[in-house]
């Protein structure tokens, strides 16, 4: 127990990083998390103002546990609004026919194909041309045009874009929930 009070905010940091993960692996309405947290702050608000009951020995695990479940909420509700796909100006939102990108990396060579990573700067729908943003991954064909790309040059792509599906074997590795963690990290910073 004496360990615990030495590093009192790594108690709450558990259930926060429990919230981000959660966030991640389950589709979350953010309205609904959002009312959770407001009755959450409601219950905390009671337990403040009838402190003398809760202030007990027997009941003082009742804050804590109201506190540590705020500590979730908020750890979902970030994660959720700081998602790509979640943003409203995010190009997945629209059906889209073509964009324009411009190349964040050179190409990497692989076996069948050369692959970069881009962002999105606008997109074509129904013939009209709109400033959408995201980040996405992009594999072309193997031939000297792909060969001659470089970081910072702008295409334009024809075609739809594919999301990375979840794998279908449950102990595969998940690339989506580790590429959404990273980003979360170095947004932060």
Same mark, same amino acid.
């Given at each position: 127990m004496k360990t615990w009070n030495k590093i009192p905010l790594f108690r709450l940091l558990i259930p926060f990083i429990i919230g981000i993960i959660f966030s991640i692996y389950c589709d979350c309405n953010q309205l609904v998390i959002l009312k959770l947290g407001l009755v959450v702050f409601v219950i905390l608000l009671i337990i403040s103002f009838f402190k003398n009951y809760f202030t007990a020995y027997s009941?003082?695990?009742? #804050? +804590?546990? /109201?506190?540590k479940v705020l500590i979730f909420v908020f750890g979902i509700l970030i994660t959720e609004q700081n998602k790509p796909s979640n943003l409203l100006s995010? #190009?997945?939102? !629209? &059906?889209?026919?073509?964009?324009? /990108?411009?190349?964040k990396e050179d190409v990497i060579s692989k076996s069948n194909s050369y692959k970069?990573? /881009?962002?999105?700067?606008? /997109?074509?729908?129904?013939n009209n041309w709109q400033t959408y943003e995201g980040k996405a991954i992009l594999y072309l064909a193997k031939d000297t045009l792909s060969k001659a790309l470089s970081y910072g040059d702008k295409i !334009?792509? &024809? +075609?739809?874009? &594919?999301?990375?599906s979840n794998p279908s074997n449950p102990a595969q590795f998940i690339i989506k929930a580790i590429c959404?963690?990273? +980003?979360?990290?170095?947004?932060s910073m």
């Amino acid at each position: 127990m004496k360990t615990w009070n030495k590093i009192p905010l790594f108690r709450l940091l558990i259930p926060f990083i429990i919230g981000i993960i959660f966030s991640i692996y389950c589709d979350c309405n953010q309205l609904v998390i959002l009312k959770l947290g407001l009755v959450v702050f409601v219950i905390l608000l009671i337990i403040s103002f009838f402190k003398n009951y809760f202030t007990a020995y027997s009941r003082r695990w009742i #804050f +804590g546990t /109201v506190v540590k479940v705020l500590i979730f909420v908020f750890g979902i509700l970030i994660t959720e609004q700081n998602k790509p796909s979640n943003l409203l100006s995010h #190009f997945n939102k !629209i &059906n889209v026919d073509a964009s324009i /990108v411009v190349l964040k990396e050179d190409v990497i060579s692989k076996s069948n194909s050369y692959k970069c990573e /881009v962002e999105v700067i606008a /997109v074509k729908s129904a013939n009209n041309w709109q400033t959408y943003e995201g980040k996405a991954i992009l594999y072309l064909a193997k031939d000297t045009l792909s060969k001659a790309l470089s970081y910072g040059d702008k295409i !334009i792509i &024809n +075609g739809k874009w &594919n999301t990375i599906s979840n794998p279908s074997n449950p102990a595969q590795f998940i690339i989506k929930a580790i590429c959404i963690i990273v +980003g979360l990290l170095l947004s932060s910073m």
